[in-house]
Structure formats: C-alpha cells, structure tokens
C-alpha cells in the first residue's frame, strides 16, 4: 500500500494538520501504525493496534469509520493508547479502516491538536483517501493471482521439454501456439499488460512485465518496436477481445482502441487484425 502518498492526500483533502496510518498484520487482529505526516513526535511510531482497542482497533473492529471529538475524554473508546496520543499533542481524531473484499488491510488516520467536532465534508474526503487505496489494493491482488496463473508449473522426469513450442515440420508459425492452453496464455498475457500501468508498487510492475517477457519466451527477438499501448491492444486482439472489451479493460475509449491497433498494424505491414497478430508473433512481441 502507499501509505505515505495517501496520507499526503489525506492532509490535502480533509485540511487535518496531522495524518498518520498502517496495515493489519497478516494473519493477526492488530494493525501497526508505520507512517506519519505531520506529526511532530514519533510517540505513535510503531504503534501496534489491537483490534477492538482505541478508535483505530475500533474501525478495524468495526470495518467502518470512527470519530472522537476529543480523544483522551471519549466514551466511545478504550483507552489503552492515551499516552502516545497526549504525547502528540491529539484531541479530535477519525480513523478510516481500507476495506478489500470485506476484510480491513488498514487504517488511515487524521486528526487535530484541538478539541472540536470534525464535520461531515471532512470524514467523506478522508472517506474518498481511502477508496483509492482500496481500488489499488484490489488491483494489485489481482496482480498476483494473475501472476500466480501465469507461472508454468514445473515438469520433471524424461518426457519433460518444450512442450508448449509447435511440433517440429507442423508447419505452424513460431511463438502461434493453439489450443485451450495457449488461449489461457494469451489472456494471461493480455490481462497482465493491462494491469502494469496501474500498479503502483514499483516491484509488483516490474514483476509483472518480467512475467510478460516470460510468456512470449520461445519466440524470435522482437524485431518491430510497438509503443507499450499498441502492444496491450495487440494483446487483447490475440485473446479474441474486440475493440470495445479491450476499451473497458484498458480504461480507453474505443476510438482510442482503434487508433493505437492502426498504429500497430501499420508498423507490423498488416492489412487486418488477424495479419497484426500473426505477424506480432512472428516478431516475437506476443505469445
């Protein structure tokens, strides 16, 4: 999660002085806090939030947002955390849990050095912070179950070898592999090119176009250069997308489709998308 960009967001949004947040720790009911903005001490540096305890372990209990308008003094919570608080300088606080598929991975918190209710506008912007984490959580999940399909199981014994290549006089057309297991590939490989751009972890991105440049092994060395949109295009051509489908998965418009396959088509010297295709493979750019 980019916990620090989206507690500089949240300061931006909501007006709060102070920001500071963490991640449930896998496996367990407690949440650490692991960055701050704004603050002016490290007294809640580390902090580990038990489920259930203080306004944080309250929202993560809760899987919902809490508020206190003045912390130390506030019925509505337990009191296990006090010292750090005070030791910040905190009155009002809310505490925005990042909800992924009905489980709490977070906290986002924001807060003021004084005691005064914190109004509806500030809690929906802190609201709307945490959305976005949420929808680039979710993103990234889905990263990892693609990459976790797209990675060729291991064969062993003496019939193991290049199993997935054309058969030697078969006449079929290196790197145009057929059937139900390579229609899986190249979805696989359409499906993770689309994914990249909007992967904000720099390492999770980098492992996602290593696994792209995985799935077209096999193949010649490209010998055409398409600019990395043409190419997501060209992939989702491959896996039998139309214009449209392959829009919405890129989050293009579909003229904007259309424009980058005409690009591609005239660098590959293809008449139609099936010629783009196959001549992509033959480059060695797709599976």
């Known amino acids: 999660m980019e916990m620090r960009g989206a507690l500089a967001r949240l300061r931006r949004a909501t007006g709060l002085p102070v920001a500071f947040g963490g991640l449930v720790e896998p496996g367990r009911r407690r949440m650490r806090i692991s960055e701050l903005n704004g603050a002016a001490t490290p007294a809640l540096r580390g902090l580990a939030v038990t489920s259930g305890n203080g306004l944080g372990g309250r929202a993560v209990a809760l899987a919902r947002p809490c508020a206190v308008t003045d912390y130390s003094l506030s019925r509505q919570i337990s009191h296990e955390y006090d010292t750090a608080v005070a030791a910040e300088g905190l009155r009002s606080v809310l505490a925005i ?73 078969s006449g079929a057309e290196p790197g145009a592999g057929s059937g139900a297991g390579w229609e899986q590939v190249r979805e696989a490989h359409a499906a993770l090119r689309a994914l990249a751009p909007r992967i904000a972890d720099p390492l999770l991105r980098a492992e996602l176009l290593l696994a792209c440049g995985l799935l077209t092994q096999g193949t010649p060395p490209p010998a055409v250069a398409l600019a990395p949109r043409e190419l997501d295009v060209l992939a989702y051509v491959a896996a039998g997308a139309t214009n449209a489908a392959a829009a919405e998965r890129l989050g293009l418009r579909p003229e904007t489709v259309k424009g980058y396959l005409g690009s591609a088509m005239r660098k590959l010297g293809a008449h139609t998308r099936g010629e783009a295709v196959v001549a992509a493979r033959r480059a060695g750019l797709l599976p």
């Not at 990234?140 to 058969?167: I, N, S, Y």
């Open 97 to 169: 849990p990042v909800v992924v598929r009905r489980r709490v991975r977070g906290v986002l918190y924001g807060a003021l050095r004084t005691a005064q209710p914190l109004g509806d506008r500030t809690l929906n912007a802190a609201v709307d912070v945490a959305r976005d984490i949420e929808q680039t959580l979710a993103v990234e999940d889905e990263a990892r179950g693609l990459l976790a399909a797209a990675r060729p199981e291991p064969r062993t014994g003496p019939a193991a070898g290049p199993a997935a290549g054309p058969a030697a006089g």
